[in-house]
T-cell receptor, first 113, second 113 residues
Framework: ELKVEQNPLFLSMQEGKNYTIYCNYS?????LYWYRQDPGKSLESLFV?????AVKQEGRLMASLDTKARLSTLHITAAVHDLSATYFC?????????????FGKGTKLSVKP | DTGVSQDPRHKITKRGQNVTFRCDPI?????LYWYRQTLGQGPEFLTY????????KSRLLSDRFSAERPKGSFSTLEIQRTEQGDSAMYLC???????????FGPGTRLTVT
């Protein structure tokens, strides 16, 4: 079964700095998802990456996918306080008809002034 | 707006009571999923529907849990004889075939005392 690992699990950044969150997955996954979750809230969809080499950007966030390395990254550029949240990556359970997502444990990002 | 509403948003119940949650997909979709999220973890898959057919259930879904989707419209998740370990956020998600994305509702937070 697909396993998804994120690191780091906690990340404290200063405003204006850049950093990358890593997401490794264990077996084939035909899609890779990134979500944002604010405390006490539900999950907000950020990106869906569908193919090797896919890169998507929205504001200060950029996600990429390397299916050969089974690795996705979420890069944060010039962090601002509003980006403080927990970020989850998820792969799609492949090899069946389920299509359910398997999530990592999440990266709790705190951006300090 | 993710196209999914859930009711209630919060539920406090005593151990041993039964509870029922409702998910209303507002927008077009091809699949409906239920996930459970406990504190500090990513969401875990419980079950999913395609139209009114329940096609898959996780091993997490014990005999005390049942989900229905009459006529392929709204869905309900019932937990019988609740236990303290059932305390969690219960999330409903829809998948849109056109975008491959899974959109989550606001969730129902269950507290079992």
């Amino acid at each position: 079964e697909l396993k998804v690992e994120q690191n780091p699990l906690f990340l404290s950044m200063q405003e204006g700095k850049n950093y990358t969150i890593y997401c490794n997955y264990s077996t084939t996954s035909d899609r890779l998802y990134w979500y944002r979750q604010d405390p006490g809230k539900s999950l907000e969809s950020l990106f869906v990456l569908l193919s090797n080499g896919a890169v998507k950007q929205e504001g200060r966030l950029m996600a990429s996918l390397d299916t050969k390395a089974r690795l996705s990254t979420l890069h944060i550029t010039a962090a601002v306080h509003d980006l403080s949240a927990t970020y989850f990556c998820a792969g799609r359970n492949y090899g069946g008809s389920q299509g359910n997502l398997i999530f990592g444990k999440g990266t709790k990002l705190s951006v300090k002034p | 707006d993710t196209g999914v509403s859930q009711d209630p948003r919060h539920k406090i119940t005593k151990r041993g009571q039964n509870v029922t949650f409702r998910c209303d997909p507002i927008s077009e979709h091809n699949r409906l999923y239920w996930y459970r999220q406990t504190l500090g973890q990513g969401p875990e898959f419980l079950t999913y529907f395609q139209n009114e057919a329940q096609l898959e259930k996780s091993r997490l879904l014990s005999d005390r849990f049942s989900a229905e989707r009459p006529k392929g419209s709204f869905s309900t998740l019932e937990i019988q004889r609740t236990e303290q370990g059932d305390s969690a956020m219960y999330l409903c998600a829809i998948e849109r075939r056109s975008s491959y994305e899974q959109y989550f509702g606001p969730g129902t937070r269950l507290t079992v005392t």
